[in-house]
């Protein structure tokens, strides 16, 4: 899952493969590593570290799930 968003957020091949090199197969495992780790191992800046973290989180986050009860509805008593 997270090689694919990376993929899609246009990460070269080449930091996906140290992404897989350093053990980071997960958002999870991806989360639990310090920003500057992640940063150093992808061969980033950690303010651009910071920026893929976030469209990576955004891209994953669940879709919203609310339900919307319309004012034409009216409940019988």
Same mark, same amino acid.
């Given at each position: 899952m997270l090689q694919r968003v990376l993929s899609r957020e246009n $990460?070269?091949?080449r930091r996906?493969? @140290? @992404?897989r090199a350093s053990?980071?197969?997960t958002y999870?495992? =991806? =989360?639990?590593?310090?920003?500057?780790?992640v940063a150093h191992v992808v061969d980033l800046s $950690?303010?651009?570290?910071?920026? =893929?973290?976030?469209?990576?989180s955004i891209r994953l986050?669940?879709? !919203?799930? !609310? $339900? $919307?009860? !319309?004012p034409a509805v009216t409940f019988m008593q």
């Open positions: $990460v070269d091949e996906r493969a @140290f @992404f053990g980071i197969t999870r495992q =991806l =989360l639990q590593r310090p920003l500057w780790d $950690v303010c651009e570290t910071e920026e =893929l973290l976030t469209k990576i986050a669940p879709a !919203s799930r !609310s $339900v $919307v009860i !319309s």
